[in-house]
């Protein structure tokens, strides 16, 4: 592809220099900042101005990159890592900025961003309450009965699939880490739970791959749920808004 001749340091330096005029600072973020880049992998950037109307996102190609641009100041993005992320176990945006290259250099400012990252990383999300541990395992039980005895292949594709994601994120929250989605999900495991992302692999490897059916991920999953009270359904409860609550929200 001709965006080999552009590397994404000199992509993000012309996008500070044209597209970003003004801009304090871009954070070079995402696998092809780590050289893990894949064909149609995209520049990942933070893009941080002393202030603005208000924070976006948005995708473009330049340079023959596709570019996925987060566009912020400091104050949009304290509220979306306490704010917006946070509250959802989420910390993307934070460890784009912690981890990601400086344009045009390290500064003050950038070092000041880069420390309110690592700060929302090392707090880590907020603690599970008992509601919503149990709301994950109700959910997570409906999926592995629907695996039990699936009506056909394409069902049980279906909600595996949506099983392997909820599993990462039972694991991940139950343990007060911060969850992840996606292929992002791999990558988290590996670094936190090296033996548990073997174990996870192999039985949805089983299940997708060669055949050998739900047995394991069913046995994966009675492992994860056991130390919170395993699976559940007879007794589980959860009450609507009252209409009060309702009609107040709605004014």
Same mark, same amino acid.
């Given at each position: 592809?001709?965006?080999?001749?552009?590397?994404? #340091?000199?992509?993000?330096?012309?996008?500070?220099?044209?597209?970003?005029?003004?801009?304090?600072?871009?954070?070079?973020?995402?696998?092809?900042?780590?050289?893990?880049?894949?064909?149609?992998?995209?520049?990942?950037?933070?893009?941080?101005?002393?202030?603005?109307?208000?924070?976006?996102?948005?995708?473009?190609?330049? #340079?023959?990159?596709?570019?996925?641009?987060?566009?912020?100041?400091?104050?949009?993005?304290?509220?979306?890592?306490?704010?917006?992320?946070?509250?959802?176990?989420?910390?993307?945006?934070?460890?784009?900025?912690?981890?990601?290259?400086?344009?045009?250099?390290?500064?003050?400012?950038?070092?000041? #961003?880069?420390?309110?990252?690592?700060?929302? !990383?090392?707090?880590?999300?907020?603690?599970?309450?008992?509601?919503?541990?149990?709301?994950?395992?109700?959910?997570?039980?409906? !999926?592995?009965?629907?695996?039990?005895?699936?009506?056909?292949?394409?069902?049980?594709?279906?909600?595996?699939?949506?099983?392997?994601?909820?599993?990462?994120?039972?694991?991940?929250?139950?343990r007060g880490n911060y969850s992840a989605s996606g292929k992002a999900i791999l990558k988290r495991l590996k670094k936190a739970d090296p033996a548990?992302?073997?174990?996870?692999?192999?039985?949805?490897?089983? !299940?997708?791959?060669?055949?050998?059916?739900?047995?394991?991920?069913?046995?994966?999953?009675?492992? !994860? #749920?056991?130390?919170?009270?395993?699976?559940?359904?007879?007794?589980?409860?959860?009450?609507?808004?009252?209409?009060?609550?309702?009609?107040?929200?709605?004014?």
């Open positions: 592809m001709t965006r080999a001749k552009y590397s994404p #340091l000199f992509v993000t330096k012309d996008l500070l220099e044209n597209r970003y005029k003004g801009a304090e600072v871009i954070f070079l973020a995402g696998s092809v900042m780590r050289g893990e880049a894949s064909t149609y992998s995209d520049v990942d950037i933070v893009v941080v101005f002393p202030n603005v109307e208000r924070a976006y996102r948005e995708s473009f190609y330049h #340079l023959e990159w596709p570019v996925e641009a987060f566009v912020h100041d400091p104050e949009t993005l304290r509220h979306f890592f306490e704010d917006v992320d946070w509250p959802e176990g989420n910390c993307t945006l934070a460890e784009m900025v912690h981890e990601g290259i400086e344009t045009p250099g390290a500064t003050s400012f950038s070092e000041g #961003l880069k420390s309110m990252a690592s700060k929302v !990383l090392a707090e880590g999300p907020p603690k599970l309450a008992p509601s919503d541990i149990d709301d994950r395992r109700y959910l997570i039980s409906e !999926l592995v009965d629907d695996v039990r005895d699936p009506r056909s292949r394409h069902e049980l594709v279906a909600s595996a699939t949506r099983l392997y994601a909820e599993l990462a994120d039972f694991h991940f929250r139950s548990f992302l073997r174990s996870f692999t192999e039985a949805f490897d089983a !299940l997708f791959i060669s055949g050998g059916g739900p047995a394991k991920v069913i046995e994966l999953t009675e492992a !994860l #749920l056991a130390p919170y009270g395993g699976f559940l359904f007879g007794g589980y409860r959860r009450d609507a808004p009252t209409r009060s609550t309702v009609a107040r929200a709605g004014r």
